[in-house]
T-cell receptor, first 115, second 111 residues
Framework: GAGVSQSPRYKVAKRGQDVALRCDPISGHVSLFWYQQALGQGPEFLTYFQNEAQLDKSGLPSDRFFAERPEGSVSTLKIQRTQQEDSAVYLC?????????????FGSGTRLTVV | SQELEQSPQSLIVQEGKNLTINCTSSKTLYGLYWYKQKYGEGLIFLMM?????EEKSHEKITAKLDEKKQQSSLHITASQPSHAGIYLC???????????FGSGTRLQVQP
């Protein structure tokens, strides 16, 4: 597609429920990033993929968070046993090898509310 | 992130006025990105600065990088309601592909 697509746009989960958030990057983009953005804050890095390899997961806040990109295109961020502090907008971004001049392209995000 | 401080945190200006947003890094800057975000939407890339003294423009928005001060400024000339949103600066780090972002500056432009 023309841009980075994320689904669902909104997700309400009961505390303790597992959720899966999907990201469809721009076709051909090798790099894919997940960010978490709390209300009134800037995005915080979660994890980074180059193709199917997860090269950096230093930002994942706990072992309840898991991300995968098995075929090097679509990625899924899974959160197990959701807690209220997980409520945030989850942003996905992708870039080509030439990202330095063009920046990253972000999706519109998934707004997760844990009740 | 406290590694990137943005000021002011919020700003309300009248249409047609000029304004400046600042971004100061506590670490050496290896590339500084400016993004704009509207409520409920993703980030839109505005521009990237890499060299000290570099200045870039995108329509009525100009950004400068002062490498020595580890600071960047974003200047909007003759602001319009379409400029309203959250402006975020992001810093690249050596050996790391991810960006570190500031908390953003919320801009409102009153007609």
């Amino acid at each position: 597609g023309a841009g980075v697509s994320q689904s669902p746009r909104y997700k309400v989960a009961k505390r303790g429920q597992d959720v899966a958030l999907r990201c469809d990057p721009i076709s051909g983009h090798v790099s894919l990033f997940w960010y978490q953005q709390a209300l009134g804050q800037g995005p915080e890095f979660l994890t980074y993929f180059q193709n199917e390899a997860q090269l950096d997961k230093s930002g994942l806040p706990s072992d309840r968070f898991f991300a995968e990109r098995p075929e090097g295109s679509v990625s899924t961020l899974k959160i197990q046993r959701t807690q209220q502090e997980d409520s945030a907008v989850y942003l996905c971004a992708s870039s080509s090898r030439l990202r330095d001049n063009y920046g990253y392209t972000f999706g519109s995000g998934t707004r997760l509310t844990v009740v | 992130s406290q590694e990137l401080e943005q000021s002011p945190q919020s700003l309300i200006v009248q249409e047609g006025k000029n304004l400046t947003i600042n971004c100061t890094s506590s670490k050496t800057l290896y590339g500084l990105y400016w993004y704009k975000q509207k409520y409920g939407e993703g980030l839109i890339f505005l521009m990237m600065l890499q060299k000290g003294g570099e200045e870039k423009s995108h329509e009525k928005i100009t950004a400068k990088l002062d490498e020595k001060k580890q600071q960047s400024s974003l200047h909007i000339t003759a602001s319009q309601p379409s400029h309203a949103g959250i402006y975020l600066c992001g810093r690249g780090d050596t050996g790391r592909r991810a960006l570190t972002f500031g908390s953003g500056t919320r801009l409102q432009v009153q007609p």
